[in-house]
């Protein structure tokens, strides 16, 4: 059962990231500050979600929580800092949008970097854990997704449509046949065991 608040007294956000694994686009991250009584039946880690129901729960997260913000850090921040950097960079940019400032930060995962001086807790598999951890994980999902297919419309050889920049077979094969695009992560195994 996913539990709507850790500490019943502290103004606290939920954050998750979407794209860490893939091998092409930014990485995008959400927090979310939920109401104590929030509930939502539906409401999972986003990845045991259908596409239509993400999309339906993004509006909801959106109109029920009481702030939210996504954060994004770019291919050539990727590049520069590394994945794990840059997710909390995202993560970060995340927390920056929210007009209350949280007094407590859920992190899904095991690692973060601390923001100025909030607490904040990792959990592992958070998103099936904390209500507020899955509402950021449908926000970051969604809205890169959003990002992924603006990106398939200029480069639609590498069908991002479909595999969003994930490391499928299709899309080792299309930068095999294609080369790389400027939204690649250079810094990542893009081709896995062949030769550009």
């Known amino acids: 059962m996913l539990l709507p608040w ?3 007294e502290l103004a ?13 686009g930014s990485v995008y ?14 409401l999972n880690d986003s990845k045991q979600l259908s596409e239509a129901q993400r999309y339906f729960l993004r509006d909801v997260i959106e109109e029920e929580a009481v702030a939210w913000g996504v954060g994004v850090a770019t291919v050539e921040e990727i590049d520069k800092m590394n994945i794990l950097n840059a997710s909390f960079l995202a993560m970060h940019r995340a927390i920056d949008q929210l007009y209350i400032r949280p007094e407590h930060l859920l992190i899904d995962g095991n690692r973060f970097r601390k923001y ?6 990792t959990i592992i598999k958070g998103d099936a854990k904390y209500l507020s951890i899955a509402a950021a994980s449908v ?53 896995g065991n062949r030769s550009l």
Not at 29 to 42: Q, S
Not at 144 to 152: K, N, T
């Open 6 to 8: 850790l500490y019943e």
């Open 139 to 191: 926000l970051a999902k969604t809205y890169r997704d959003d990002y992924m297919l603006q990106l398939h419309r200029q480069f639609p050889v590498y069908r991002w449509n479909k595999n969003k920049g994930y490391p499928t077979e299709a899309h080792r094969q299309s930068i095999s046949e294609y080369g790389v695009s400027p939204y690649h992560r250079l810094t990542f195994n893009l081709l």
């Open 12 to 24: 606290e956000a939920g954050c998750d990231e979407a794209g860490r694994g893939c091998l092409a």
């Open 29 to 42: 991250a959400a927090a979310v500050i939920l109401h104590k009584d929030f509930r939502n039946e539906m």
């Open 116 to 121: 100025d001086d909030i607490p904040h807790t």
